[in-house]
């Protein structure tokens, strides 16, 4: 008789098939490898000597942290870390390990699908549309004398496959939608204040896009694109439902009796 086949999912109580188990831990693992890698040659390049930097490409990175991307990269690197830690968990001692997994698994999804996954489709679709249509108002030519090309795809098409990958080899329990909404709200209020705040301070914009147009119009274009990611937010949820609903509806369904 065929054993039913099982899938690895944040939500279980035990480790299931070991074939299925590999692979969000390899992913997690080889998502982990590169953020070490990335990281450490992205962080090299601001140890050159700044006074032989072009003063376009000084204002550039005097914006650093303000960049959705880098914020991007800093939450994709803490999630994928948090998601090899929780795996380490579940191989030593099952997912409530010191108590913490059950509510350590419950914010990996929280934050997978309110924040890590729309924000990742956002800047990876976002960037690559603007950079088509004319780079110079999202990444002017001058850094690529600095950032190596590969380096940006790293910054902006490698985060995609990854979190396509975390969303279709790991079930998620995805939250109520109106907890990923606080999250994501929450999320966005604070990168907006960081936003505002560096043009009342600098005079300027994080993104040359802005510049192009009147302030009121500048918040008009703010809105809409923080509406584009909000979309995103729903997608995800949607691909979830749409690949592991089936699973689930067949592992709650409960068998018809025969009558005698």
Excluded at 27 to 43: D, G, P
Excluded at 71 to 76: E, G, P, R, T, V
Aim: with cysteine; aromatic share 20%.
């Amino acid at each position: 008789m065929n054993k039913p086949k099982q899938n690895i999912s944040f939500g279980t109580n035990r480790l299931a098939g070991i074939e299925m188990s590999a692979y969000p831990m390899l992913l997690h693992t080889v998502a982990c490898l590169w953020y070490v890698f990335f990281w450490s040659n992205f962080l090299s390049n601001s140890q050159t000597n700044e006074e032989d930097w072009d003063p376009k490409y000084r204002d550039i990175n005097e914006m650093g942290y303000r960049f959705l991307t880098n914020w991007n990269l800093f939450f994709q690197t803490l999630f994928f870390a948090g998601c090899l830690f929780h795996d380490v968990m579940k191989i030593l001692n099952g997912p409530n390990w010191l108590k913490l997994g059950s509510t350590f698994q419950t914010l990996l999804s929280l934050a997978f699908s309110s924040i890590i996954l729309p924000t990742g489709i956002f800047v990876c679709v976002t960037f690559w549309l603007m950079y088509a249509y004319d780079r110079e108002i999202v990444y002017p030519k001058i850094i690529d004398s600095y950032i190596p090309y590969w380096q940006n795809h790293g910054m902006h098409t490698t985060i995609l496959p990854l979190i396509l990958a975390e969303l279709f080899t790991t079930r998620h329990k995805f939250p109520s939608v109106s907890a990923s909404l606080v999250l994501y709200l929450g999320f966005g209020l604070c990168y907006a204040i960081v936003f505002l705040e560096t043009y009342i301070e600098k005079g300027r914009w994080v993104y040359p896009l802005f510049g192009l147009y009147s302030f009121p119009i500048a918040l008009g274009i703010m809105v809409f694109l923080f509406v584009l990611k909000l979309s995103f937010l729903f997608v995800g949820i949607f691909i979830q439902n749409m690949y592991w609903g089936k699973d689930e509806k067949k592992q709650y369904r409960k068998p018809i009796k025969k009558s005698s």
